[in-house]
């Protein structure tokens, strides 16, 4: 696989790590049983798609890059459809980690 397939899968991971955490929360402690379900499905898509992933790109920057992307859209989906709250100093830290991501990616991190 190349390097730039494999970046899209790791993109695809973290959109699934966003999907497994909103899961998570709407399951209400697991008392929900379909977003529990959905939590189990959205985790094991995500984490087989990262470890595709790895195949191709550097461990380290990789898990970054996933981490970063589940943080920043966990952060704005709760901000955008949980009530989560707002401020300066929250967009200020969500774009500065969106930012992290983006230079971890053009810094490449394939094999």
Same mark, same amino acid.
């Given at each position: 696989?190349?390097?730039?397939?494999?970046?899209?899968? *790791? +993109?695809? !991971?973290? =959109?699934?790590?966003?999907?497994? %955490?909103?899961? @998570? $929360?709407?399951?209400?402690?697991?008392?929900?049983?379909?977003?529990?379900?959905?939590? *189990? +499905?959205? !985790?094991? =898509?995500?984490?087989?798609?990262? %470890?595709?992933? @790895? $195949?191709?790109?550097?461990?380290?920057?990789?898990?970054?890059?996933?981490?970063?992307?589940?943080?920043?859209?966990?952060?704005?989906?709760?901000?955008?459809?949980?009530?989560?709250?707002?401020?300066?100093?929250?967009?200020?830290?969500?774009?500065?980690?969106?930012?992290?991501?983006?230079?971890?990616?053009?810094?490449?991190?394939?094999?």
């Amino acid at each position: 696989m190349g390097d730039d397939m494999a970046w899209v899968i *790791l +993109v695809l !991971a973290g =959109l699934f790590e966003v999907a497994m %955490a909103y899961s @998570l $929360k709407m399951s209400d402690g697991f008392s929900d049983l379909w977003w529990s379900l959905s939590f *189990l +499905v959205f !985790a094991v =898509l995500s984490f087989g798609l990262l %470890a595709f992933a @790895l $195949k191709s790109l550097e461990v380290g920057t990789a898990y970054a890059v996933w981490t970063g992307i589940g943080a920043v859209g966990t952060a704005t989906v709760g901000i955008l459809l949980l009530g989560d709250s707002v401020s300066t100093m929250k967009v200020i830290s969500i774009l500065a980690i969106l930012a992290g991501v983006v230079g971890l990616n053009l810094a490449g991190g394939g094999h």
